[in-house]
């Protein structure tokens, strides 16, 4: 099987890298589930979602609106986006549909990391 894919856990998508956010902080919009937003730390990016510190009240399969501010300054308010699995007090999101300027940003973001080594 290809190294980019996840072995035995049965999430056989493809994975792409992830970039490290330390001190980013992500307010999680989930009105269905809670009235008021929740701020929870960043744990890493990449062009297909978010890791991230999940509060336990938020399940798998729930549709959250995210808004957060990346180093650079790159800023992003709510991205909507699909909890799709949870590990303890960590938990991963996918980003759902969104602008093509929105996407391009964060991909420009991306690639400007990643060419700097990070």
């Known amino acids: 099987m290809p190294q980019n894919r996840t072995e035995g856990t049965g999430h056989e998508e493809r994975r792409s890298r992830r970039l490290p956010i330390p001190g980013v902080l992500v307010a999680i919009d989930a009105p269905q589930v809670a009235p008021k937003p929740w701020a929870v730390d960043g744990l890493d990016v990449n062009a297909d979602g978010l ?44 980003f759902d549909a969104w602008s093509d300027g929105e996407r391009l940003k964060l991909l420009e973001y991306l690639v400007r990391r990643f060419e700097q080594g990070e």
């Open 51 to 94: 890791g991230l510190v999940l509060p336990a009240e938020i399940p798998e399969g729930i549709r959250v609106e995210l808004s957060f501010k990346l180093a650079d300054g790159a800023e992003f308010s709510r991205l909507p986006a699909t909890v799709r699995h949870q590990w303890g007090s960590s938990g991963g999101v996918c």
